[in-house]
């Protein structure tokens, strides 16, 4: 067992895992990893490219020559995606990419690529790494685990704050069509589906709010 846990979280599209990850991370003196923005990086990259994103010889190609790092900046705890030398964090949430990354993210070359960076942050424990396969497929022994669901109607108004707050502008439906995609691509991919790990706990987040899921997860954890 690691000096410092693994703490993995789980969930669909806009149950609040970013958000409760990153504050979980900063309370606990943890690193924060949203593997989602990793897929998110890929998907930028091969847009921005001009390959087919349904080619996984192209992806397997592209996937490879990617070199990822985690950038803290500990005045306001924000952690930055680096890809190849490149901040790539204010890119990730363009609709380009959020349309494609369901199918980038589906490629097995891409998953067996990612989970291998994502087990790297972790080797030496210390992470709060969210996701939808953190706790089945990369972080199986994660000292904890927890799953968050949230009602549609409370996911498509979180995400939309989110997506306000980073200065992208998607209308109520776009954002329904997204959300209810990335659940089905989510659920019905071969590698790495989301499912919440047997050993989860399972944490409602509709009517909790950030506090009251962080509380939750600390009782959990014994109180850090």
């Known amino acids: 067992m690691s000096l410092k846990p693994n703490i993995a979280i789980d969930g669909p599209a806009g149950s609040g895992k970013s958000t409760v990850a990153r504050e979980l991370a900063h309370k606990l003196g943890l690193l924060y990893v949203d593997t989602g923005a990793m897929y998110r990086a890929v998907t930028y990259f091969a847009l921005?490219?001009?390959?087919?994103?349904?080619?996984?010889?192209?992806?397997?190609?592209?996937?490879?020559?990617?070199?990822?790092?985690?950038?803290?900046?500990?005045?306001?705890?924000?952690?930055?995606?680096?890809?190849?030398?490149?901040?790539?964090?204010?890119?990730?949430?363009?609709?380009?990419?959020?349309?494609?990354?369901?199918?980038?993210?589906?490629?097995?070359?891409?998953?067996?690529?990612?989970?291998?960076?994502?087990?790297?942050?972790?080797?030496?424990?210390?992470?709060?790494m969210e996701g939808r396969d953190i706790g089945t497929v990369v972080l199986p022994d994660a000292e904890q685990k927890f799953f968050l669901t949230a009602s549609l109607d409370v996911r498509l108004e979180r995400r939309g704050k989110e997506l306000q707050a980073a200065g992208k502008s998607w209308t109520k439906e776009e954002l329904c069509r997204e959300l209810t995609y990335r659940d089905e691509m989510d659920l019905k991919r071969e590698i790495g589906p989301l499912r919440k790990a047997p050993d989860a706990v399972v944490i409602d987040c509709t009517n909790l709010t950030v506090k009251q899921v962080i509380e939750k997860m600390l009782e959990s954890h014994g109180g850090g």
């Open 48 to 128: 921005r490219s001009g390959i087919d994103v349904g080619d996984e010889g192209e992806l397997d190609t592209l996937v490879k020559d990617i070199r990822f790092s985690l950038v803290r900046f500990t005045k306001n705890n924000i952690v930055a995606l680096w890809c190849n030398g490149e901040n790539v964090s204010p890119h990730l949430r363009e609709k380009e990419v959020s349309r494609y990354v369901a199918k980038v993210a589906a490629a097995t070359i891409v998953r067996e690529c990612l989970v291998r960076y994502q087990r790297l942050f972790a080797r030496t424990g210390g992470v709060v």
